[in-house]
């Protein structure tokens, strides 16, 4: 029931409190049967058992109900740092019931994998020794949990996923139309037809800002962005989708803009459309956004399912828009930057070696709540200066990378110089801070001063906090922009820092973010 990144709904706190409950009986056990192996056995009289029982129970009575509150308090905190409205305290009376069931469920399946071993090894006892009669059963039950899990997650509810996931891309989100512009993916013009470009592909070409949107904004004449993307049937190979989408760079001239950015999307081909917007407002719509569908599983299903296409698909969409931009005079091509976020942003840092290479063949890149198991991120984040900390990293004194929780966090003492790449993320986003070093290991970011988004109460425990974090993930995007793996019209700021467009009036910066929250709200 201790603090975490993010307020969470009193029944996902009462599965952390009952996952944890159970490891720790496990554990408990686990270390009983140790200590016993050792030759270790108090000899306890009854008397003693009893007060030793009577004195546990009276520690839960009090222990338990004291926990409870806290929870509900620290989750009080928890919202109201981050600005999201107070929830009923009634209901974490609940979370009581739910642990119980998770735990006593977990310690059942615990009894029933011990009985299993017990049992093969008295089996495997009549033929070979006890010891490797034990070892035998062992690998044997663990063999059988793993293909078990194994056929039941991949063949069964993977696969239900995908079909179940691949017939709602068909579908198409309230108040989306084929465009009509000639300079969008799915219009009558393009060779990509509307109906193969996914859920997620068709509001993205349908949406943004126009020329005269942004024109009224920015009180300058502005262009139509440019947005091509290609579905996941438009080939049968992540390079054959990437080729689709150079065709339609090529059909809507999109080389001869002044910006032309390459996304990598999330799972299912989402492209966050504040990111995209920021950057048409920001170059007056003189841009082309190019990207692609390469799955059609959101993107907590990919990564338990397919972290191979997601890299594939950066790499793929990245090379084949980089040889035709490498060919033109270099007066005269556009800017080429790149920006993903969450699995995008893990895809698309997989076409890079390091953050050098980021920034020998780019003009610049924003990556946005990059999930803890990305590179060149997470070689960048363990090289950085001394001093930094992990949850703000310093790289090379900020000369060309710089990490942002606020925008404001760019702004280093040093010189910036071209290109400039950022990466966006939040202290309190547990997309880039959940790893299975949680288990056992405390991150730097759990030694260090924690964030200002961050409750000053979280403490690293073994086991418990993994699994806290774990379950912040569930919603870690229904949060306020600004919080948790939510990210809005601030990027309008970044993308001035990144590509510095002069002459640039920062009230300008103001009025683009108040226009992409119009839209965004609207929508």
Not at 117 to 131: H, I, M, Q, Y
Request: charged residues 15%.
């Amino acid at each position: 029931m201790s603090p975490s990144l993010l307020p969470r709904a009193w029944y996902l706190q009462g599965v952390a409190t009952g996952i944890s409950v159970g490891i720790g009986y496990g554990l408990g056990r686990a270390i009983a049967w140790l200590v016993r192996r050792c030759g270790i056995r108090p000899q306890w009289s009854s008397g003693t058992r009893r007060i030793g029982w009577w004195a546990l129970a009276g520690t839960a009575v009090v222990v338990v109900p004291t926990f409870l509150v806290l929870g509900s308090w620290w989750q009080q905190i928890l919202r109201d740092l981050i600005g999201m409205p107070r929830t009923e305290r009634s209901f974490y009376l609940l979370v009581l019931l739910i642990a119980v069931v998770i735990a006593i469920g977990l310690v059942v399946i615990g009894r029933g994998l011990r009985w299993a071993t017990n049992r093969l090894t008295d089996v495997g006892g009549r033929v070979v020794p006890a010891p490797a009669a034990r070892l035998t059963a062992v690998v044997i039950v663990v063999a059988l949990v793993v293909m078990g899990l194994d056929g039941a997650l991949h063949r069964g509810l993977l696969s239900m996923a995908e079909r179940s996931a691949e017939a709602a891309d068909k579908s198409t989100a309230e108040g989306v139309t084929q465009p009509n512009a000639p300079e969008r993916s799915g219009s009558p013009a393009s060779a990509q037809a509307w109906d193969t470009l996914g859920r997620e592909g068709r509001s993205f070409v349908a949406g943004g800002p126009s020329a005269q949107q942004i024109s009224t904004v920015t009180t300058q004449p502005a262009l139509t962005p440019i947005r091509v993307y290609a579905g996941r049937t438009s080939a049968d190979s992540v390079s054959g989708i990437a080729e689709q989408v150079v065709a339609e760079l090529h059909r809507t001239h999109a080389f001869e803009r002044k910006v032309l950015a390459v996304v990598t999307t999330t799972g299912r081909g989402w492209v966050n459309p504040n990111v995209a917007a920021a950057l048409e407002y920001v170059n007056g719509g003189d841009t082309a956004i190019a990207s692609m569908q390469y799955s059609f599983l959101p993107s907590a299903l990919s990564f338990i399912a397919d972290r191979e296409t997601p890299p594939l698909a950066g790499q793929a969409l990245f090379e084949a828009v980089h040889r035709v931009w490498a060919t033109l005079p270099e007066a005269k091509r556009p800017k080429l930057v790149v920006f993903g976020e969450s699995l995008g942003s893990f895809g698309g840092q997989s076409a890079f070696a390091s953050g050098a290479d980021i920034v020998a063949r780019t003009d610049g890149a924003l990556l946005v709540g990059t999930p803890n198991f990305a590179q060149p991120w997470g070689r960048i984040t363990a090289n950085r200066d001394a001093g930094s900390f992990e949850r703000l990293p310093v790289v090379d004194r900020g000369r060309h990378i710089r990490f942002a929780s606020r925008t404001s966090d760019v702004n280093l003492p040093g010189p910036w110089e071209f290109p400039r790449v950022v990466f966006w993320q939040h202290a309190s986003d547990p997309i880039t801070w959940w790893s299975f070093d949680l288990l056992l290991h405390r991150p730097d970011w759990l030694r260090e001063p924690l964030g200002p988004d961050v409750d000053p109460g979280m403490r690293w425990l073994p086991f418990v906090t993994f699994w806290q974090v774990t379950l912040d993930m569930i919603f870690s995007a229904d949060v306020p922009y600004g919080y948790g793996h939510a990210f809005g019209p601030d990027a309008a700021d970044l993308w001035v820092d990144i590509l510095a467009p002069r002459p640039w009036d920062p009230a300008l910066t103001d009025r683009i973010q108040d226009a992409i929250a119009r839209s965004d709200q609207s929508g």
